[in-house]
């Protein structure tokens, strides 16, 4: 397990009196209000149901003067959930990823109104030309697994042959001679209580 692993290093630096380890479910931790002074999530934030209300939650955690950091995603990063999302929305299907951090005007409004301040946002270019085969394959089959993507399940197997068909042909649209721009571009968020 991961944790055990992180205790290791925690144990070999003698961190045992500031650093914490527990495995829970992020949006429903019950820590006392101002018992942290960092809180950090780095590329998970898409894959919460409530962010708004996560954010509003750890902020209460806090102490003052306490700080989160966030790794988030543009909404133009990984070309294969871009194009998912595009032919999905022909299929009347919503498929929400980055949305709420996409640019960085979004991602610093999604933390004032969550209250906090001070909010400092770094854009890195990251992304690599990647090949279309067998990348397409298991990205499909990735992303059927994607808690985002199970609305596609609903498809009836002829329409998801379609969808799958159609997700295809708009990667092949996109290839060059140096193979498809999947950009990774990043947000890395920082931002205060009062």
């Known amino acids: 397990m991961k944790l055990n692993k992180f205790k290791q290093k925690i144990d070999r630096h003698n961190l045992n ?30 894959l919460f149901t409530n962010v708004p209300a996560d954010l509003r939650l750890w902020h209460s955690f806090l102490t003052p003067g306490g700080k989160l950091g966030l790794c988030v995603f543009a ?6 959930g871009v194009v998912l999302q595009k032919v999905a929305k022909q299929y009347g299907i919503e498929i929400v990823m980055s949305d709420l ?9 999604l933390l004032e109104v969550a209250g906090y301040k001070n909010i400092e946002i770094t854009t890195k270019q ?26 596609l399940l609903n ?7 379609q969808v799958k068909q159609q997700y295809i042909s708009e990667l092949e649209a996109l290839v060059t001679e140096q193979g498809i721009w999947n950009d990774i571009t990043t947000y890395f968020a920082i931002a205060e209580i009062a």
Not at 21 to 42: G, K, N, W, Y
Not at 75 to 80: E, I, K, P
Not at 101 to 109: D, H, L, N, Y
Not at 155 to 161: F, H, I, N, R, V
């Open 17 to 46: 009196n500031i650093v914490r380890l527990q495995l829970a479910d992020v949006e429903t931790l019950d820590f006392a209000e101002s018992s942290c002074d960092r809180i950090l999530c780095c590329s998970a934030l898409p």
């Open 75 to 80: 909404q133009t990063a990984f070309v294969h």
């Open 101 to 109: 951090t996409g640019t960085e005007e979004k991602c610093r409004s």
């Open 126 to 151: 990251y992304g690599s030309y990647i090949d279309l085969e067998p990348s397409a394959e298991k990205s499909w089959d990735t992303s059927l697994h994607h808690p985002h993507c199970s609305p």
């Open 155 to 161: 498809l009836k197997q002829s329409e998801l042959a």
